[in-house]
Each structure stands twice: as structure tokens, then as C-alpha cells.
């Protein structure tokens, strides 16, 4: 019988399959899981209220067939539609990444038809900013604040001094890149499995991100710095009180609100 062999008890280590850390045995948050705890639900709801509206306006073809499977049938596959345009860009966004590290380590790839456009931007940018890679692609945490992520590149350029730049491939740049950039340039360490070097060693002096396109590529500056640092901090704090409010969903009452008290039958 053939065993796994366990992951050390020390150190970071990444799981890709569920994008999950465990730092010194113990799971602990990703930066964009923390991060994920800021209330984005009033751009969300009209995202999403104006993903159907485009659908059904730009498919009437396509309205008319999901008339034919009945109201209810029609509801669920249109309620569907945000959340379909969401993971497809998400798994675009993952190839693309996937192609940017492998470019940025001066690989050959083979770009996919669909990929092409944003590929030739990074490209493009990658030769306009003159960049010279420090760190692609790498995992850091913080003991102390017990955290973990992993950034996209850490660059030196012909704009500026050296500097940790995140690739975004949606509809626009997030103020929330600021925190997320920040948590990675100010963690303790960059490293798995106790193979660890201190991230302050690098000397990362600004943020970048960097919005890829089919047609181009724009270049914004992220706040960086110690004060922007300790306000996502407070948002890591903000994360545990959020995750002790809402309990283990597997024990009823585990969190802020109790357990139901059962009505007795009236006689």
C-alpha cells in the first residue's frame, strides 16, 4: 500500500487544486479571501442586474427558446447567467496568469486563439516598462498575522523603483488591489516548505496594477506603503470577527445567532 507523503510541519504550503495555505500545519486565510470579507454587494447587484438585462436584450433568439421551457425553467437559467459570465472570466483570467508567469520566466508558450490579445499586451508592456523579474509567481505569509497569498511579480522597471505588480484581466482595477498588493509586499516571508527568505530583503518601494486587454494594457500606481498595510490589517481583523459572527454552518448556534428555540405545540 502506497501512502502520500504528509506536508512538513513547518513552513508554508500551498494547495493549487483548492487554493487553500497551511502555514506551520495550521490552514490560514488567503489575502483575496480576506479581502473578500469588504461589502461589494451594491456594484455586485448592478453587475449582475446588467448582465441579464444585456443578455436578453442582445439574444432574443435565445430568450424566445428559454420561453418554450416554462417560467420557472426560464427564471433559474436567466438568474444563472451573471454567475456563467463570472467563472468564464475567471477561468480566462487563470489561463492568462498561467501564460504571464511562464512569459515572464522567459518560457516558449502556446497561446491559445482567445488568449492572444491579452498575451501580445503583456507582452507589450513587459517590453515598454522594461521589465527585469526579481520574483514570479510566489507564495508569501505572515506568522504573525497569519495570513498567506501569492503575487503575481515582484519587477524592477525603467519607471520607477522597484516594485510588486499585480496582473488584473476584468472590467477594471479595485480599490481592494491596494490591500492585496500591500499584504504581499509586507509579509514576512516568501518561501514553501521552510525554504523561506524575508520578503523586506527585496526592497519593494511601490505597486502597480496592471490592466491586461484584448486591445492593450493600462498601468495604474496602487497606494503603498505601512498606513495602507495596517488598514488591511484592520480588514484581517474584520475577517475573524466576520468568521466567529457566522459560526461553523455544520453546528447550529455556533455563531452570534443562537440556536432556534423550538415552539411546543399548543394542546
Do not use: C
Not at 498575451?119 to 513587459?126: D, G, I, K, N
Not at 504573525?144 to 488584473?168: C, M, Q, T
Not at 476584468?170 to 509586499?185: C, D, H, L, V
Not at 526592497?203 to 503603498?224: Q, S, T
Amino acid at each position: 500500500m502506497s501512502l502520500k507523503p504528509k506536508p512538513p510541519a513547518t513552513g508554508l504550503v500551498f494547495y493549487p487544486g483548492s487554493h487553500r495555505y497551511k502555514l506551520d500545519g495550521e490552514w490560514v486565510p488567503g489575502v483575496t479571501t480576506i479581502i473578500g470579507v469588504l461589502d461589494k454587494s451594491g456594484p455586485l447587484s448592478k453587475w449582475a442586474a446588467a448582465t441579464v438585462a444585456e443578455f436578453v436584450a442582445d439574444n432574443p433568439d435565445a430568450v424566445a427558446a428559454l420561453q418554450t421551457m416554462g417560467r420557472e425553467s426560464m427564471v433559474n437559467a436567466l438568474k444563472a447567467t451573471p454567475w456563467q459570465k463570472r467563472d468564464d472570466s475567471a477561468a480566462r483570467g487563470t489561463t492568462f496568469h498561467d501564460l504571464a508567469e511562464r512569459i515572464a520566466r522567459g518560457e516558449s508558450v502556446e497561446v491559445p486563439p482567445e488568449q492572444e490579445g491579452m498575451v501580445e499586451a503583456a507582452l507589450a508592456f513587459m517590453e515598454d516598462w522594461a521589465i527585469e523579474p526579481v520574483l514570479i509567481e510566489e507564495t508569501v505569509a505572515s506568522r504573525e498575522h497569519k495570513y498567506a497569498g501569492k503575487l503575481d511579480l515582484v519587477a524592477d522597471s525603467n519607471r520607477g523603483p522597484r516594485a510588486i505588480f499585480d496582473w488584473k484581466s476584468g472590467k477594471r482595477i479595485y480599490p481592494s488591489a491596494a490591500f492585496q498588493t500591500n499584504a504581499y509586499a509586507h509579509a514576512e516571508f516568501y518561501g514553501e516548505g521552510g525554504d523561506e527568505h524575508p520578503v523586506a530583503a527585496l526592497g519593494i518601494e511601490a505597486a502597480w496594477g496592471v490592466h491586461i486587454r484584448d486591445d492593450g494594457y493600462d498601468v495604474y500606481p496602487l497606494k503603498f506603503g505601512g498606513d495602507i498595510y495596517a488598514e488591511f490589517l484592520t480588514v484581517r481583523s474584520a475577517f475573524d470577527i466576520h468568521k466567529r459572527a457566522e459560526g461553523n454552518w455544520k453546528i447550529p448556534g455556533s455563531g452570534y445567532v443562537g440556536a432556534a428555540y423550538i415552539a411546543q405545540e399548543v394542546a
